[in-house]
């Protein structure tokens, strides 16, 4: 039985997508679930997987090519047996048989499972550290991480896809040697990091964006972490971190300060009554931001789990249209990577973002005398169109009070 293999449906805010790449070929066994292709979006990369056992007969769209909601992307022939498929395109089906199935039991990722039987990998001599002890593709790699090092050793150092940057000139009698240290290597932009740049460009074009900078004292942070960590682990099951604490004083500053909160659609302004905030997150592929969708309602420990969620879903690119649609603020942690101060850029149509940055000790000034505290500074990216410098001030100074008095989150003061 023929059946037909499209792109996922995309919402209204995606137009197109890429076919990113093929992970299998014209008449390749293929098992239920197993990992078909990617389609790269101007968000995420989504998965197409195989609807049953059966065969891949034809691809419509090849690698590159761009395709539209729903359109059929390649053929499959359904109902051939995977055993039979197997053993005559691999001298060692069974056994990939017998491992797929040990997959299939334990109910793994199509990513996982592909990893399995590309490498031909006995799933029960691994460990999990998933959740519920299920196997990851960390797992999967940190296994066969060894024997492919092997593999590369016996590799030429000179990768095939670079070339030299200029015809080296030989001397008389002399051996061409490429230049290894002078190479170039060209690479099409992902969809991802294209739709990055044009957003951001067109952020700096159309914006007014100015930043007001602050500083704040994370001591009381810091010393409420150390005393109601181990109490707070216990009762969420999550870590107590600092964006909680900075999701909880952005959305209480964000009722103070509606039109911080408001976006610019043409000539009108939109003024959202909910409070939707998105978290920049990096990942290999770029940056994204994935959005905790009504804030106010979240307790500090839901806001911690979401957001490790979120932190997992984009390490293994699972990240999902929804999760990034929509949100009325951003908060960008440059911190974690050691940034001082930056001035971050406004994800449109919002119209404010805060930048958090490293703690430093500095030597500061309390009632006449200095002392050592842990400072971090604090940028807040506004749209002057329509934020005017009192309301940007005034949000910012806000949020500094709350995290240096969180006892005012409580008291909603």
Known sequence: MIKEIKAPQFPESVADGTVAAWHKKVGEPVLRDELLADIETDKVVL??????DGVLTKILQEQGATVESTQVIALFEEGVSSSKVLSSANPQAETMVKIVAKVDDNALSPSVRKLITEHNVDSSVLTG???????????????????KLDKETTVSPVAKDFVPSAQLVLPPGGVALPDEERMERRVPMTRLR???AERLVASQNEAAILTTFNEVNMQPILDMRKNYQEQFVSTHGVKLGFMSFFVRSVVESLKKFPAVNASIDGNDVVYHNYYDIGVAVSTERGLVVPVLRNADKMSMG????????YGVKARDGKLSIDDMVGGTFSVSNGGIFGSLLSTPIINPPQTAILGMHKIQERPMAVDGKVVILPMM?????YDHRLIDGKEAVGFLVMVKKLIEDPARLLLEI
């Not at 998965?47 to 049953?52: D, L, R, S, Y």
């Not at 550290?129 to 024997?147: H, N, S």
């Not at 839901?302 to 969620?309: A, C, D, M, R």
């Open 194 to 196: 294209a739709r990055i």
């Open 129 to 147: 550290t998933g959740k519920g002890g299920r196997l990851t593709k960390e797992d999967v790699m940190e296994y066969i991480k060894p024997k």
């Open 302 to 309: 839901e806001v911690e789990s979401k957001i490790i969620e």
């Open 377 to 381: 500074y604090l940028a807040l990216s």
């Open 47 to 52: 998965e197409i997987v195989a609807p049953a």
